[in-house]
């Protein structure tokens, strides 16, 4: 590939229908590689991270879409490059619509540090921090409302505090399953 091809290629978002971004990414490859257009799209990006999640009682790493219905490309931007994109089955759109507008390098770097930092570790994922007003939905404590005490993350379990007859109980080793937020208003 000459430097000068090199040179115009960027980095470009691509929307596509939610939930099926592997099997459009899939399908753009395909196409780049029967049409020949391995030199004018380059790569195609579906961002995921690894996450930790407890369900059930049991811990489990799920590979999570980072921007779900979105898909990012490297290319240099043509009428045929952006027709053998836009024509794979569940591309809805260029963001930018006609006039696609590329990342800037500092947004690619940034994008792509992210990434990296993520693929390094499993990002433990729970919604809890101690404060948290929660309400129990599971166990002897049900419909009791608390305040989250302290999140063993790794474990998947918080400590809450409820009122129980107008005197402050602590209440050890909730899952997360058997909590919800309580959204104040």
Known sequence: MSAEVKQ????????????HEAKVKKQIEERRSSLGMQE???????????VSEVKNGQRKIVEK????????????????SWSCV??????????GGS???????????EILADLSAKKEGVVHKHQFE??????????????FMGTVLEVHGDKGRL????SIF????RVDDLEFWQVEKVTEE
């Open 8 to 19: 115009m290629t960027q980095w470009y978002v691509v929307q596509v229908l939610s939930g």
């Open 40 to 50: 004018q799209i380059e790569e195609v990006l579906l961002p995921t991270e690894n």
């Open 65 to 80: 879409k980072i921007w779900p219905g979105y898909l990012l490309i490297r290319m240099t931007f043509s009428d045929e």
């Open 86 to 95: 836009k024509e794979a089955g569940g591309v809805i759109d260029f963001l």
């Open 99 to 109: 006039s696609p507008t590329s990342l800037t390098q500092h947004e690619v770097d």
């Open 130 to 143: 101690a404060g948290d007003k929660v309400k129990i939905t599971d166990g002897v404590f049900v419909n």
């Open 159 to 162: 400590s809450v505090m409820v």
């Open 166 to 169: 107008g005197r402050d109980t």
